[in-house]
């Protein structure tokens, strides 16, 4: 009879990752329908942080509910984490959580009722908008290191979303939460930020890692006052394509939660450059005595970029006083003064500890890419043309 059981217990599973499995592709099929033109350009971090196959079905308050978007049964680490689990992977989270109550047992750790405590005190919705290789991978990860903020890296929980709003609200909109708190984790277990960065970025053999000690990334100190995800060019081609206000209103409606939107800027030249390299696999050669001459790319991206740019300055425009503009250089340059005004703009506190440790893990030296491809006048001319359609890129240049 056990035998039975176990091979029941197994197909369900094979049966629950076939379905998500299916979604996946169904999202992406659509994405690439709706923007044919990236359809090879993918966003370069979502192709380097593919998200692992969601498989477990979960229990939403007494109803059970189909397993598409939830991976695992999820709780909160009971203190931040550390550099010594991070180098061993994580690869299992503590068995108990720290939720409104205090520290509770396993067993209760694994009701979704007890996260769903943390839930209740969700008062904003975080999406990054704008741009591929504009250091969102980076502040997203200093974000997730808050306490009470859990910003994934690139769940698409906008696109989920949008997709498929009935099935959230037909269920319960904490499993939509689910998905960002569980690819928080997963990325903490063995992604991006499992691990600390060693290096400097303008070591063109370096890669990068966001792990920040003695913080809270995959985790929470007993509730959550912000949830999101940093799925910016997404977002970026989404607000542009469809104008995708009316998802943003519903969502507020059904969380009762305001959804605010952080837009990075770097200047243009190198955001298209690196974006140039990155889909040229040809950023990390050891040596670069050689420009790089790829002008039918380097035209196909300056297209890219600025789509991105009125998707961002629509959401601007949509939504004013819910779109924060954080110059990209800043990220680095000043990590705390500009995770502090972050804190400032979500309305969350921040401490000094948070803040040191944060900007303790960012090199301060900054990855200027503008000089490794060949550009002509006429690319140059094109790009300061578009740049002053939008008061955002005011202040850039080519030799600044």
């Known amino acids: 009879m056990g035998v039975l059981v176990g091979l029941a217990v197994a197909g369900l599973l094979v049966r629950w990752h076939f379905d998500d499995d299916h979604d996946k592709e169904l999202l992406v099929k659509r994405f690439n329908e709706d923007f044919p033109e990236q359809e090879d350009q993918d966003d370069s971090e979502t192709q380097e942080n ?40 994580q690869n299992s989270f503590t068995d108990k959580a720290v939720l409104n109550e205090g520290v509770i047992s396993s067993d209760e750790a694994n009701s979704q009722n007890s996260l769903y405590k943390a839930y209740s005190r969700v008062r904003t919705i975080l999406f990054f908008i704008g741009y591929e290789r504009s250091r969102h991978s980076l502040l997203g990860a200093l974000l997730d290191a808050h306490p009470h ?11 989920k979303w949008r997709s498929n709003q009935d099935k959230w609200i037909n269920s319960s909109i904490y499993s939509f939460y689910d998905i960002m708190v569980q690819t928080s984790q997963r990325d903490v277990a063995k992604g991006k930020r499992s691990q600390v960065f060693e290096g400097s970025v303008a070591n063109a053999t370096s890669r990068f890692k966001y792990f920040v000690p003695n913080q809270w990334q995959g985790s929470f100190d007993q509730y959550i006052e912000v949830i999101g995800d940093k799925a910016g060019a997404y977002t970026a081609r989404a607000m542009q394509k469809y104008g995708a206000f009316d998802a943003v209103y519903l969502l507020e409606k059904t969380t009762g939660a305001k959804v605010k939107f952080i837009h990075v800027v770097r200047n243009p030249f190198d955001n298209i450059a690196t974006m140039v390299l990155q889909r040229l696999r040809a950023r990390r050669e050891k040596e670069r005595s050689v420009k790089v001459n790829a002008p039918d790319e380097l035209e196909s991206t300056i297209r890219s970029y600025f789509t991105m740019a009125e998707g961002s300055n629509r959401a601007r425009e949509a939504f004013p006083g819910s779109v924060i503009d ?58 300061y043309g578009m740049m002053t359609k939008y008061s955002f890129f005011e202040g850039y240049s080519f030799d600044k």
């Open 326 to 383: 954080i110059p990209s250089m800043e990220i680095v340059k000043n990590p705390a003064e500009t995770l502090r005004r972050i804190c400032q703009f979500l309305e969350i506190a921040c401490t000094e500890q948070y803040l040191q440790d944060c900007a303790a893990t960012v090199d301060p030296v900054p990855s200027i890419t503008r000089n490794f491809i060949e550009w002509t006048t006429e690319q140059k001319n094109t790009v």
């Open 50 to 89: 593919e998200q692992s196959a969601l498989t477990e079905k979960a229990v939403l308050n007494d109803d059970v509910v189909s397993s598409d978007d939830f991976p695992e049964r999820t709780f909160a680490l009971n203190g931040p984490a550390d550099s010594d689990t991070n180098e061993n992977e």
């Open 149 to 159: 903020m859990v910003v994934s890296d690139e769940s698409m929980a906008f696109g």
